[in-house]
């Protein structure tokens, strides 16, 4: 293929072997993947920027390139993400500990960070909770309902700016209601187990919404998280914002924050400068990477 006949463009969405990019007008291309990625084993992403030839009239085209991705996740499976907003609702239960996971791997991957409490017409309480959880986390934290279109203006603001946006979350949240609320479109949406409090995995793949200078993925909801099994447990303690100011401050350097005497992060705990459920949580975490890192040789 001659060099002038490629395109760049974004993947939006897959299908069966299929993936379909958009290029800078906004128009759609279906493309299969050369044989060389599968022998290296790449595949595409939701979100990779791609070099692609079209193929003529009714005809495929093909993927030539993916160009370098600036983060990569699996869970979701999406490349490129500049903004991760994660979202939670009062029911089903928020799980935050699969937020303090997503939020570590956002930091770990440069990414930035929003909390969304969605269905704040069920609760109203819950944003407050949140917001006083999180507020040394370097993360803002919108109220909103889609069900009332409440709060679609500041994540409006929220997603205007940022070159790929990633709404994350457990499935039954309203990720694909606020995408519809938001951008006016018409994505599935499912009703929750009544019995089980629970989402029902409606959204099944990664896709980008382009509108409105907006360009956010919606993804399919989850409530299993491992954390990257090559992370060192030091590295842990960077990924929370909370403690950067107590570096250095305790009776131990370094000190991880967990149970050492004279730990500064858990004075600022007693004297209700930390919360103490963020800390509670680190703490499971890092036993957990801990584990993980013990065993990286097995
Ligand atoms: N009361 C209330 N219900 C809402 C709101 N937003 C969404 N819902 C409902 O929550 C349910 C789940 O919404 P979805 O948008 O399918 O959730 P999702 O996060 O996309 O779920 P998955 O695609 O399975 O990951 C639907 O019945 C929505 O009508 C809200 O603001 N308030
Ligand atoms: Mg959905
Ligand atoms: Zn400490």
Same mark, same amino acid.
């Given at each position: 293929?001659?060099?002038?006949?490629?395109?760049?463009?974004?993947?939006?969405?897959?299908?069966?072997?299929?993936?379909?990019?958009?290029?800078?007008?906004?128009?759609?291309?279906?493309?299969?993947?050369?044989?060389?990625?599968?022998?290296?084993?790449?595949?595409?992403?939701?979100?990779?920027?791609?070099?692609?030839?079209?193929?003529?009239?009714?005809?495929?085209?093909?993927?030539?390139?993916?160009?370098?991705?600036?983060?990569?996740?699996?869970?979701?499976?999406?490349?490129?993400?500049?903004?991760?907003?994660?979202?939670?609702?009062?029911?089903?239960?928020?799980?935050?500990?699969?937020?303090?996971?997503?939020?570590?791997?956002?930091?770990?991957?440069?990414?930035?960070?929003?909390?969304?409490?969605?269905?704040?017409?069920?609760?109203?309480?819950?944003?407050?909770?949140?917001?006083?959880?999180?507020?040394?986390?370097?993360?803002?934290?919108?109220?909103?309902?889609?069900?009332?279109?409440?709060?679609?203006?500041?994540?409006?603001?929220?997603?205007?700016?940022?070159?790929?946006?990633?709404?994350? *979350?457990?499935?039954?949240? &309203?990720?694909?209601?606020?995408?519809?609320? %938001? /951008?006016?479109?018409?994505? +599935? $949406?499912?009703?929750?187990?009544?019995?089980?409090?629970?989402?029902?995995?409606?959204?099944?793949?990664?896709?980008?919404?382009?509108?409105?200078?907006?360009?956010?993925?919606?993804?399919?909801?989850?409530?299993?998280?491992?954390?990257?099994?090559?992370?060192?447990?030091?590295?842990?303690?960077?990924?929370?914002?909370?403690?950067?100011?107590?570096?250095?401050?305790?009776?131990?350097?370094?000190?991880?924050?967990?149970?050492?005497?004279?730990?500064?992060?858990?004075?600022?705990?007693?004297? *209700?400068?930390?919360?103490? &459920?963020?800390?509670?949580?680190?703490?499971? %975490? /890092?036993?957990?990477?801990? +584990? $993980?890192?013990?065993?990286?040789?097995?």
């Amino acid at each position: 293929m001659s060099e002038e006949m490629m395109k760049q463009g974004v993947l939006v969405r897959g299908f069966g072997g299929f993936y379909v990019a958009v290029d800078e007008s906004g128009t759609e291309y279906i493309l299969r993947c050369k044989k060389k990625f599968r022998r290296m084993h790449i595949s595409p992403l939701v979100g990779d920027e791609l070099l692609f030839t079209p193929g003529e009239g009714e005809e495929h085209g093909w993927v030539e390139e993916i160009l370098p991705r600036k983060s990569e996740c699996l869970r979701p499976p999406v490349a490129n993400v500049s903004l991760l907003v994660v979202v939670i609702c009062p029911s089903p239960e928020p799980d935050l500990l699969l937020v303090d996971r997503l939020l570590v791997r956002a930091r770990l991957q440069g990414m930035k960070t929003a909390i969304v409490v969605n269905k704040c017409d069920l609760d109203a309480s819950l944003v407050e909770e949140i917001r006083r959880q999180y507020a040394g986390a370097d993360c803002q934290v919108l109220a909103a309902s889609a069900l009332q279109a409440h709060g679609l203006n500041d994540l409006r603001a929220l997603l205007q700016g940022e070159s790929c946006c990633c709404l994350t *979350g457990q499935s039954g949240v &309203g990720k694909s209601t606020l995408l519809n609320a %938001l /951008l006016g479109l018409e994505l +599935e $949406t499912g009703e929750i187990s009544e019995k089980i409090q629970r989402g029902k995995n409606t959204t099944r793949h990664a896709q980008m919404l382009i509108r409105d200078g907006i360009r956010v993925l919606d993804t399919a909801g989850f409530s299993l998280l491992e954390l990257d099994a090559k992370m060192e447990p030091d590295k842990l303690r960077e990924c929370y914002p909370e403690f950067q100011e107590h570096e250095g401050c305790c009776r131990f350097t370094p000190c991880m924050h967990d149970r050492e005497p004279g730990c500064s992060v858990t004075a600022a705990v007693a004297a *209700g400068e930390i919360d103490p &459920g963020r800390v509670e949580r680190y703490r499971l %975490l /890092l036993a957990e990477v801990r +584990e $993980t890192w013990k065993q990286r040789y097995n």
